[in-house]
């Protein structure tokens, strides 16, 4: 019989889970009972069974550990009867989402704020996710968040802490705590997608690769792949060690953040490949020699290709994008005669399609690509797939790109992002653009005519829910678009994000400046939308 002590407590305003899970500053989630509602809330919308398995691990950012000991000793007075977790609290998110899998956890609890910086000044987050490995579905996020408002107690266990950094079983208050080697399951379950024969052969042929970890999770899943089971040098794998404040750099796989590495490959002395991965594991940045990826091309050469990798052979079932996403997975999906599916953003409207299989491959702008091995996006995987594929065509990255492009033609597309904007002000801009959507069809800014103007709306085609206002559409009839929405990845004020794109067919200028390309979609979005006025931003603070 475990003795529970219960802890009375009162709501805090916020907790709102957001597109991946609750995220705030450190000093918010270190204030008394803040931490434990949110996890007591989670509890109490999952009533765990008795003989329920909880996995619990993060990317190693600063108060992980602080957390994984305080939910352990929670788990165990909430009744579940084991908890696995990574060793050093280490567990990238796509490798807790095998864990859940493999394990049949009833869930996991992932600790981080993802790409967003750590430190004690800056940010953390808690996100749940259910049995199938994916995050958790609206449903039980918004019961999350009723209980949050309502919670006044929260159930522990007197214990001391447990040694995270030594593999091995402990008991605590008669629940079984395994500490787990946080990178074998992931790398073994690699071993079973891949030529890992055929990559090792074109490594030791000559191939070469950086791939920056930022600080991050990825580090030690990538010495063990990259550098230990294909073979490649030692010090391909930079930036390995994951730190509590990713060596005082913002983990993001962008242009901006992973600045070093691009201008590497843009250089003389440039491997073949260029890749980097973010703070939990889960985003991937892919250039070659010479040439940058986005993430929405990304996508659509990994499906047209992904039948080049043992276990995907044969079982191209569909893709899904989610909406902000080029349409540049579209075509492909046309030209293989399998469904594409268009989502809102968050890998859990991804969850349903995978568990359906209705799709194989998946994937978003913000740099995150998966398939259905796991279900939640996957930087490593990302790489390792683009390795496939670079020695089964025996050619480089360039040349991949240029063959995708003179087939199904090219999307030109961007992200603009103004971060940290008056959140009164950002809502104001999307609430008066909103109500002008209908008064837009029609209507010319320079050579462009709207042909439709829309608040997206997703009807899950497997259970049927409906998601609405999941971001403003502006339809051009030349097939360009832009489309607005605000993010719910951030912590402080709010982020607006504009995407711009703009098709060319096969028989256009396939390899021309994006910005130039651009250039009538983003004159169009300032006008529609008053961009400056409303954020008093001249500029975009990130472009991707």
């Given at each position: 019989?475990?003795?529970?002590?219960?802890?009375?407590?009162?709501?805090?305003?916020?907790?709102?889970?957001?597109?991946?899970?609750?995220?705030?500053?450190?000093?918010v989630f270190q204030q008394p009972g803040y931490t434990e509602n949110f996890i007591q809330a989670v509890f109490d919308v999952v009533k765990p069974e008795?003989?329920?398995?909880?996995?619990?691990?993060?990317?190693?950012?600063?108060?992980?550990?602080?957390?994984?000991?305080?939910?352990?000793?929670?788990?165990?007075?909430?009744?579940?009867?084991?908890?696995?977790?990574?060793?050093?609290?280490?567990?990238?998110?796509?490798?807790?989402?095998?864990?859940?899998r493999k394990y049949e956890a009833s869930g996991g609890l992932v600790l981080s704020a993802s790409h967003n910086p750590g430190g004690p000044d800056e940010d953390f987050g808690i996100k749940y996710n259910i049995t199938n490995g994916g995050p958790a579905p609206e449903t039980v996020t918004g019961a999350i968040h009723e209980r949050t408002k309502t919670i006044d107690r929260w159930l522990t266990v007197e214990a001391d802490d447990i040694d995270l950094d030594a593999v091995g079983e402990t008991v605590v208050v008669g629940m079984t705590v395994s500490v787990i080697d946080p990178v074998a399951d992931y790398a073994d379950l690699m071993e079973t997608l891949f030529d890992f024969a055929a990559i090792r052969a074109m490594v030791k042929s000559g191939f070469t690769m950086r791939f920056d970890a930022m600080g991050a999770v990825t580090g030690?899943?990538?010495?063990?792949?990259?550098?230990?089971?294909?073979?490649?040098?030692?010090?391909?794998?930079?930036?390995?060690?994951?730190?509590?404040?990713?060596?005082?750099?913002?983990?993001?796989?962008?242009?901006?953040?992973?600045?070093e590495l691009y201008d590497l490959m843009m250089g003389a002395d440039a491997p073949d490949l260029g890749a980097a991965s973010d703070g939990d594991g889960d985003r991937n940045l892919i250039i070659g020699r010479g040439r940058f990826i986005t993430p929405s091309d990304s996508l659509a050469m990994l499906a047209a290709n992904i039948e080049v990798a043992?276990?995907?052979?044969?079982?191209?079932?569909?893709?899904?994008?989610?909406?902000?996403?080029?349409?540049?997975?579209?075509?492909?999906?046309?030209a293989l005669n399998v469904p594409i599916f268009e989502t809102p953003t968050g890998w859990k409207f991804?969850?349903?399609?995978?568990?359906?299989?209705?799709?194989?491959?998946?994937?978003?702008?913000?740099?995150?690509?998966?398939s259905?091995?796991?279900?939640?996006?996957?930087?490593?995987?990302?790489?390792?797939?683009?390795?496939?594929?670079?020695?089964?065509?025996?050619?480089?990255?360039?040349?991949?790109?240029?063959?995708?492009?003179a087939r199904f033609g090219r999307n030109y597309y961007a992200r603009h992002d103004y971060e940290g904007i008056d959140t009164d002000r950002a809502n104001a801009l999307m609430e008066g653009l909103k109500a002008r959507l209908g008064e837009l069809p029609g209507r010319g800014f320079g050579p462009l005519t709207v042909a439709v103007a829309d608040s997206f709306s997703y009807t899950d085609p497997v259970d049927g829910s409906i998601s609405a206002n999941q971001g403003l559409r502006i339809l051009f009839d030349d097939g360009s678009r832009v489309v607005f929405r605000l993010s719910g990845t951030g912590t402080q004020g709010a982020t607006l994000r504009v995407y711009l794109e703009s098709y060319v067919p096969p028989s256009g200028d396939l390899d021309a400046e994006t910005a130039a390309m651009l250039a009538h979609q983003i004159n169009a979005a300032e006008e529609i939308a008053g961009i400056a006025e409303h954020t008093g931003r001249a500029a975009p603070d990130v472009i991707t």
């Open positions: 019989m475990r003795h529970v002590v219960t802890m009375k407590s009162t709501p805090f305003e916020g907790q709102a889970p957001g597109t991946s899970g609750l995220r705030k500053k450190v000093r008795a003989g329920a398995t909880l996995v619990i691990g993060g990317d190693g950012r600063f108060h992980n550990r602080t957390v994984i000991q305080q939910a352990i000793r929670m788990a165990a007075a909430n009744g579940y009867d084991r908890v696995l977790v990574g060793q050093g609290g280490i567990l990238s998110t796509p490798a807790a989402s095998h864990v859940i030690p899943y990538a010495h063990e792949i990259l550098e230990r089971r294909l073979g490649l040098a030692a010090g391909t794998v930079v930036n390995g060690t994951p730190l509590e404040d990713f060596g005082g750099h913002h983990p993001d796989p962008n242009l901006i953040h992973a600045k043992p276990a995907y052979r044969g079982r191209l079932a569909g893709i899904a994008r989610s909406m902000p996403t080029s349409a540049a997975a579209d075509r492909v999906a046309e991804f969850g349903n399609l995978l568990d359906a299989g209705k799709v194989t491959i998946c994937g978003e702008e913000s740099a995150g690509t998966g259905d091995h796991v279900r939640e996006k996957d930087g490593v995987w990302a790489v390792l797939l683009w390795l496939n594929i670079l020695a089964a065509r025996g050619v480089g990255v360039d040349a991949i790109a240029r063959e995708h492009w």
